[in-house]
Structures are given as C-alpha cells and as structure tokens.
C-alpha cells in the first residue's frame, strides 16, 4: 500500500513538473516573440495580439494553452500585416524607380512626394507609431496622384495650357 502511494506521489510530481515546464517553454516562446515584433508592433492586428498575449503573461493563473494560443494569434498577425508592408514597401519603391525615371521628377511637387513617401517608409522600417503600412500606401497613392497629373499636364498641347 505505501509503495502504491509513494508510486502515485511520484506519478502526481512528474505531472506537475512536467506541466510547469510546458508552461515555462510557452512563456520563454511568448516572451522571445514579444521582442520580435517591430517593425509592425503599432500595426492594427499585431498590436492587439501583443497585448492580449501580455495580458496573458501577467496573469500567473494563464494556463500553457491559452498561452500558446496567444502566442500563435501574434504569429499570424506578424504573418499577415509583414506581407502587407511587404507589399506596400515594394508598391512604394518601384513608384519612386519608375517616376525618378519619368519627365514629371522635375516637377517640386512630384519630388516632394517622392520624398514624403521615402520618409513615411523609413519611419515605419523604425517601427514609428504613427508611419504604419496604410500611411506608405497614402503616400504611394498620393505620389501616383502627383505623377500622374503632371503627366497629363506635360502631354497637353502649349495651346490648351495657355488656357488653363
């Protein structure tokens, strides 16, 4: 009988010990991905998950699945918005190559907003608050606008100009 309760005790600590290590490898992985989350941390999606996954870790009663969940939603959210900075970043830079190639880059206004854009994607490279992946697509978009206005202006016959 006492070796059956020795054996059980036994049986309860490996359980135990195995069950706080899990959950310490899940706090180590939520931790270590925490770090990792800039360039996107003011991101929509990313910053909620980062927040609902400390939550999680500054409550000692989070249990390892819950902990994990969290950890996986963050992943995903990084997933998600890096592809769309990634899309935006690359929009954004064949926009520059291809207007820095055209008649219209002499015009103020077009360089100004090659500039803008280049400043908002360099903010967001720096994790910024307030240059997120929609700000480098307003600029892409507001560059494209710009470029491609003068573009028509610069094709209008010097009649139709002086009339303007």
């Known amino acids: 009988m006492t070796a059956d309760i020795e054996a059980a ?3 309860l600590q490996d359980a135990v010990q195995t069950a706080d290590q899990a959950r310490d490898t899940a706090r180590d992985a939520a931790t270590d991905l925490l770090t990792q989350t800039a360039p996107l941390s003011n991101e929509a999606k ?4 980062k927040d609902a996954l400390q939550k999680l870790l500054d409550d000692p009663t989070s249990t390892t699945a819950a902990i994990e969940n969290a950890t996986a939603a963050l992943r995903d959210a990084l997933r998600a918005d890096g592809a769309d900075r990634n899309a935006a970043n690359t929009a954004g830079t064949s926009l520059v190559d291809l207007v820095k190639g055209a008649p219209a880059y002499t015009d103020k206004a077009v360089q100004d907003a090659v500039q803008k854009l280049q400043d908002v994607m360099a903010a967001a490279a720096k994790d910024s608050a307030t240059d997120l992946t929609a700000d480098i697509e307003a600029a ?8 491609q206005q003068l573009t028509v202006i610069l094709k209008l016959p010097v009649v139709q100009l002086m009339r303007c």
């Open 9 to 11: 005790t036994k049986a």
């Open 46 to 49: 990313v910053a909620s998950a």
């Open 140 to 147: 892409t978009k507001a560059l494209q606008d710009t470029s």
